[in-house]
């Protein structure tokens, strides 16, 4: 049977680049044949199978001496010896398959299974409409892409069609249309991560009543699905899951004559609760609808379905106590309703659960004390109790199957129980935040090998550094907040350590030489902030940390340049220690390092000027040391930076406006220093878009204010926030954190809310008036113009700002009346206006009533509550005084603009009459006469 004269192996390589479509040339070529050229086509790869769990190259196993019949994967028919069924799943191949393969060559085939290979994102052929014959077609799992051909349809044999898990595949309307018109006797189909946003749910009523198997896993189904499709009377397996915009509920049928098995709807949009009936699913053994908007009890019928063998009702609203008769279940492997509101305790007594493998509870509102049963129960691998409200002690295990035990976040007391030694598979342990006491003993670990992690954090540890155990599989370590004073001595052996978390202890000396030998090669997480260590901050070969956090303890010294043989830092926050020095070169040259913390120590120096291109940091935070002279322009070729704190060092210059080209720029500091000079006009078109804390106080900085800068703070002027969900800045385990000034006492934001913003200007010399286009940042919290040399009035313009919660304007010079407007600031709750020129009645009002003497003294013209000088009668109906006129109108294009100049002198009321004029401004002078009344 096989191709073997040279004339027709020439014919056969032919075929592989020019298809022949009629019957005669498919009967002229050998089924061995084609076999062999399709197979020579790929490639064999094992990661192209690297998603199944056995796989094996099967086609190595061909050889062309031997009858293709007997090859492996492929099937023949007895007596016409035409080639029926061809399996290489998970058979290693990769490569393309074209429309001129000569897979197409074997018109006879019934059964095709290429699931689990990398077929190299191709898209699936029309050729395949060609098998007339087949009943099954597996191309799962195997990266084909593109549309689903309209041929497809033309299989009106098909049984079963398994199109799942593939790169995005697409199917259409009018082909979905055809395939469930056409393939009557279709009962399986399975189209998991296909792309069926344009086909209607209602449509799926259409299936024949005889359909077993149903899966549209993640398939982007949108409305309403019509939920009869779960009475029909043979459907074992309905997988709807992760398709958020699709609206199910559960019907009301007879559901004793349903045979489902399988019923999977997590992730959809669900309606309601679940009813009663639902127990009535005899047959049904999975069931999962997890995160789908649960809400209500609890069913207690569901203890009826005693085939069940997995249930996961998880990440929904449902409150309530447990029903017992969900513990009573005799063939439950798998129970998750982990992220719920449960209350109240767990049952005293069960009668099942004795072939339990997982559960999951954790993160409801569960008390009372941990029951018996839960430690005897024979099967038990995985317990997460964790996020509760469980009180007492841990009881004795009377089985060793544990291997993931999770009490976390409770108010368990008392030592950890004896028989947890004896776990031998136990690989996941914590016990964090709860009151327990615990030592770490030979006894207790040395028979713990398979552990990987270990979480003791927020208790009480003692160590035993006189016992030597080691735990040669241990990968995370946290023992945060445990009152320890030493580095646990077991740790010298830990050669497999990734993660190691001792912050917030009492650990003192200087860094062991020994930590060095912490998983050299594995350690990726080194946290030993908040703690009482000195000496230098030594630096031994972590070539594969990613994140170190050493800050708020007694390091001194200079920081080694040895730091950057972890070509992989990504954080490093040294932040309050004693450091001194010069930052070095390696790390401004970093194009990894993301986050650079060194505030607070006792660095010098200049900043380099060296921040190459490409660079990845997000945040520079040098606040709170001694360096000096003017900011590298290089500054700017950090695009993704996010937060730049530079406050509190002697650094000098103008103000670095070239940094308003970085679009990502959210919070910049740079108070407390040596700047100096006008803030001119900005140099891009839309400078600081995203700023939305700016403080540049306590400085040298001079002249009017930068008007420009106020038009483009674009994310000032955003409203809404109240609607989105709270958030905080920074990402992966680093949290951005600042020092700022709120409501008049600077403050440590440990986490910075994403829509915390403030602007500070003061201590200062800026001069003129304030524009009103500042009325357009509506989301500011905060704004502090104090201690500079203002004129002019308050706009009423701030009456807009909605959100703020503090105004500083005191030790200024302004003049006229407090805006009425400004009553209307709901959150407002410290005002400070003291130490200006203001005249006339005090506002009254809201928040004005709660304002005290402090907000206005030093201002000789005001009256009116909460000051002891009342307001005259002539005083009080006086008439508002006139607005200023439109910014745009007002003022210069380079900043200056025209200030009214008012004298008042003696004790009566006097009239001055003021002229001013606006400069030219679009070629278009205006004269403004202005009336004021001064006392």
Known sequence: MGCLGWKYQLFCLLSLFFHFPSSSSLSSVSPCSALLHF????????????????????????????DCCTWDGVVCDQTTRHVIGLDLSCSWLYGPIHSNSTLFFLPHLTRLNLDGNDFSGSLISSEFGNFKSLTHLNLSNSMFSGKIPYEISHLSSLVSLDLSYNYGLLIETPVWKRVIHNLTQLRELLLDWSDMSSIRPNSLMNLSSSFTTLSLYECNLQGKFQNNILCLPNLQTLDLGINWNLEVSLPKCNWRRSSLKFLDLSETSFSGGLPDSIGNMNSLKNLNLANCNLIGSIPTSLGNLTELTFLDMSFNSLNGLLPLSLFNLPNLSSLYLNNNQLVGPLPNHVSGLLSLKDLYLSSNFLNGTLPSWLFNLPSLMKLYLDGNQFIGEIGEFKSNSLEHLDLGYNKLQGSIPRSMSRFVNLTYLSLSSNNLSIMLELEMFSKLKNLKLLDFSKNLVSINNNATYTLPNLQQLNLSSCNISEFPIFLRAATTLQFLDLSKNRIYGQLPRWLGDVGRDSLYFLDLRNNLLQGPFSTPSFLSLRYIFVSNNKLTGEIPSSICNASFLDV???????????????????????????????????????????????NINLNGNQLEGPLPRSLANCRNLEVLDLGSNKINGTFPYWLGSLLKLRVFVI?????????????????????????????????????????????????????????????????????????GSYIELVRIQTVFTTIDFSNNNFKGQMPKIIGRLKSLKGLNFSHNNLTGYIPSSFGNLSNLEWLDLSFNKLVGEIPKQLVDLLWLEVLKLSHNQLTGQIPSGKQFNTFDNDSYIENLGLCGFPLSRMCNSHEAKKPQLLTLQQEDNLELENGFSWQAIS?????????GMLMGYLMFKIGKPKWILRLVKLE
């Open 903 to 911: 004298m008042g002198y003696g004790f009566g009321v006097m009239f």
């Open 572 to 618: 490093l926050d040294l932040s309050h220690n004693n450091l001194s020095g010069v930052v070095p070169k390696c790390l401004v040259h970093s194009n990894v390092l993301s986050v650079l913390d060194l505030r607070m120590n006792s660095l010098h120096g200049t900043i380099l000027a060296t921040f190459s291109k490409g660079n990845n940091f997000r």
């Open 671 to 743: 108070r407390s220093n040596k700047f100096q000079g006008h803030i001119g006009n900005p140099k891009t078109k839309f400078p600081f878009p995203n700023l939305r804390i700016l403080d540049i106080s306590n400085n040298e900085f001079n002249g009017p204010l930068p008007r420009k800068y106020f038009k483009y703070l674009k994310a000032m002027t955003k409203m809404g926030e109240g609607k989105v969900m709270l958030k905080y800045m920074g990402e992966g385990y680093y949290q951005d954190s600042l020092n700022v000034m709120i409501k």
């Open 39 to 66: 197979n020579h086509s790929l490639s064999l790869h094992r990661y192209a199978s690297q998603m199944c769990a056995i796989s094996y190259p099967k086609t190595a196993s061909w050889k062309e001496d031997r």
